[in-house]
């Protein structure tokens, strides 16, 4: 089990220039997270989807964010045009069930995003 | 709306000590709340999961335990380890949402 896996690992890039994430889910997951890490707001949930449908995206912070899962193994997020303040690390999380009522969540190790 | 709190922010005890670490809820509607371990640079590790209706998880050196009424989980570490310093963040599932709500962690360094 390779675990979810993020690419890239880094990425800095200069206003205005769009960005794209990229996960690869566990095989077998239901579930896929998109979250946010900054010291200012901790972690912060931005969308979900179930079986590849995005269930909530109440957490993407403006229209310039946005997110796509093709399929059941990949998925993506997009900042067009990206800016200073969207410098963070950014996580893919993936779950086995529809719900996270008893099923832990598992993390890749993030994409840190320095916009300058 | 949900919101978590983690005390302290940050603590360093020396290796051998036993060690709380504390979180605490405003909703206590929640169905579980779950620990995890965040290693610098890396995602996050499921540590423990504690269902609504359970009063404590324990996994190893570790145990964790959850008051819905009160609104609070301490996550128990016996016996320190240098090996246990890390960021350890707590984070609750609740309502007819699938959103898990983070606190901002407890940094801890265990001296050598």
């Known amino acids: 089990d390779a675990g979810v896996i993020q690419s890239p690992r880094h990425e800095v890039t200069e206003m205005g220039q769009e960005v794209t994430l990229r996960c690869k889910p566990i095989?077998?997951?239901?579930?896929l997270f998109w979250y946010r890490q900054t010291m200012m707001r901790g972690l912060e949930l931005l969308i979900y989807?179930?079986?590849?449908?995005?269930?909530?995206d109440s957490g993407m912070p403006e229209d310039r964010f946005s997110a796509k899962m093709p399929n059941a193994s990949f998925s993506t997020l997009k900042i067009q045009p990206s800016e200073p303040r969207d410098s963070a690390v950014y996580f893919c999380?993936?779950?086995?069930?529809?719900?996270?009522?008893?099923?832990?969540?598992?993390f890749g190790n993030g994409t840190r995003l320095t916009v300058t | 709306k949900q919101e978590v709190t983690q005390i302290p922010a940050a603590l360093s005890v020396p290796e051998g000590e036993n060690l709380v670490l504390n979180c605490s809820f405003t909703?206590?509607?929640?169905?579980?709340l779950q620990w995890f371990r965040q290693d610098p640079g890396k995602g996050l590790t499921s540590l423990l999961l504690?269902?609504?209706?359970?009063r404590e998880q324990t996994s190893g050196r570790l145990n964790a335990s959850l008051d819905k009424s009160s609104g609070r989980s301490t996550l128990y570490i016996a016996a320190s380890q240098p090996g246990d310093s890390a960021t350890y963040l707590c984070?609750?599932?609740?309502?007819?949402?699938?959103?898990?709500?983070f606190g901002t962690g407890t940094l801890l360094a265990v001296q050598p």
């Open positions: 984070a609750v599932h609740g309502g007819a949402t699938n959103k898990l709500i």
């Open positions: 999380a993936s779950s086995p069930m529809l719900r996270v009522d008893n099923s832990p969540l598992h």
């Open positions: 909703d206590s509607a929640i169905y579980n």
């Open positions: 504690i269902q609504s209706s359970q």
């Open positions: 989807f179930n079986n590849n449908v995005p269930i909530d």
């Open positions: 095989s077998g997951h239901n579930s």
